[in-house]
């Protein structure tokens, strides 16, 4: 009662803030053992194993609130299955003008146009080198700098620093707030780095002793077209998962006129639905095993519950955590431990993609979600 009383003051004392200067504090917080542990339900029913990995339990924090790798086990400290550090690219960047950040209080919401800032590679590998050894699941969310001459290069580049301290690898072609870089997710362009990712993977094999899982970071938005492309060289590149999706550039769902007119790609409750609509349908196409990390609008026990049976394996959130503070994991699994209950299910992946079909016919744009 004292955490959740204390966590909730706290929230609403960061809200009197800008977001960006928050999110500052709050890592700094974090960084110092200041945050509040509200461990989720230790269910055994809830252990996730995939891309062969032992994830404890399906959450885990989504690329973009660690991004230079500076709280990963103060993350999972409370309670986080796993966590993912990124998006980093090779040089350290400063990302797009201030202000870059914005809350859509009314929507649950956050539009940001932050724009890959980062400290680069050399600062993170020097954090993920100094926790080596340490428990816990750590993905290192890759990207290219701004102005690469070859932005392929550069995802290749961030395989090989860090192939020896990342649990897996996202391949981050999704973020609408770098111009261009949507393109790679065109279908030529993806066969090439995809290729090229995998390659430099698999040199990497015999230096760190194990092949680490590769993920790729899609976007919301694509058409069925795109969404058939991404399938078909997904699954002839051999990697290992999707992680289904970004923030989308659509403004369907939020009633905030003022930040809906901002730039940038919108998270949070509005996301939800066309998130969840692109899983299924990725679902669908790549079939019930390759696991697919649902991201989007995952900020209650049901949203979870309803984004692992549209086909999800894993989750992972972030904004969710910006409105309902940590204790939002306690609440989400010991909803979904209820409904395997309820359902009468032994694990998670018995209601992985059960209603996929149903949420592959919905329209993105129409009404209705969590």
């Not at 202000?99 to 919401?109: G, M, Q, S, T």
């Not at 590769?214 to 058939?228: C, N, Q, R, S, T």
């Not at 998270?267 to 079939?287: D, E, N, W, Y």
Request: a neutral charge; glycine letters at 12%; aromatic letters at 4%.
């Amino acid at each position: 009662m004292f955490a959740s009383l204390a966590s909730g003051l706290a929230r609403r004392a960061l809200f009197t803030l800008d977001a960006e200067t928050a999110h500052g504090l709050t890592v700094k917080a974090l960084a110092s053992g200041l945050a509040p542990v509200c461990p989720p339900t230790a269910d055994p029913r809830l252990a996730v194993h995939a891309a062969g990995l032992a994830f404890p339990n399906p959450l885990g924090m989504a690329a973009g609130f660690d991004k230079n790798g500076e709280v990963p086990d103060a993350l999972l400290r409370i309670g986080f299955g796993h966590t993912e550090v990124g998006t980093v690219t090779p040089r350290p960047q400063s990302g797009n003008p201030k202000p870059r950040v914005f809350r859509l209080e009314r929507d649950k919401a956050i539009v940001n146009r932050l724009g890959f800032n980062n400290d680069g590679h050399a600062a993170l590998l020097a954090r993920l080198d100094a926790r080596a050894g340490r428990d816990g699941i750590v993905g290192v969310n890759v990207g290219a700098n701004k102005d690469a001459e070859d932005r392929v290069a550069d995802y290749v580049t961030g395989i090989e620093t860090f192939a020896a301290r990342a649990s897996y690898f996202t391949v981050n072609i999704s973020s609408p707030n770098t111009p261009g870089l949507r393109d790679l997710q065109a279908r030529a362009a993806l066969a090439e780095l995809l290729g090229r990712v995998v390659e430099a993977r698999e040199r990497q094999v015999e230096r760190v002793g194990r092949r680490v899982p590769v993920f790729l970071k899609i976007a919301p938005d694509m058409d069925e077209a795109g969404l058939d492309d991404i399938a078909a060289e997904v699954l002839a590149s051999g990697i290992e998962g999707l992680v289904v999706s970004n923030t989308t550039l659509s403004r369907a769902g939020v009633s905030d006129r003022k930040g809906a007119s901002e730039t940038g790609g919108v998270s949070g409750r509005p996301l939800f639905r066309r998130a969840t609509i692109t899983l299924a349908r990725m679902r669908q196409r790549v079939g019930p095993d390759l696991p697919i990390i649902g991201v989007g609008g995952v900020g209650s026990g049901e949203a979870a519950w309803t984004k692992i049976a549209a086909g999800a394996t894993l989750l992972q959130l972030y904004t969710g955590l910006v409105y309902e503070g940590p204790e939002l994991l306690s609440r989400i699994t010991k909803h979904l431990a209820a409904s395997l209950d309820r359902e009468g299910l032994a694990n998670l992946s018995e209601a992985t993609g059960r209603n996929t079909d149903a949420w592959a016919r919905l329209d993105p744009d129409g009404e209705g979600g969590i």
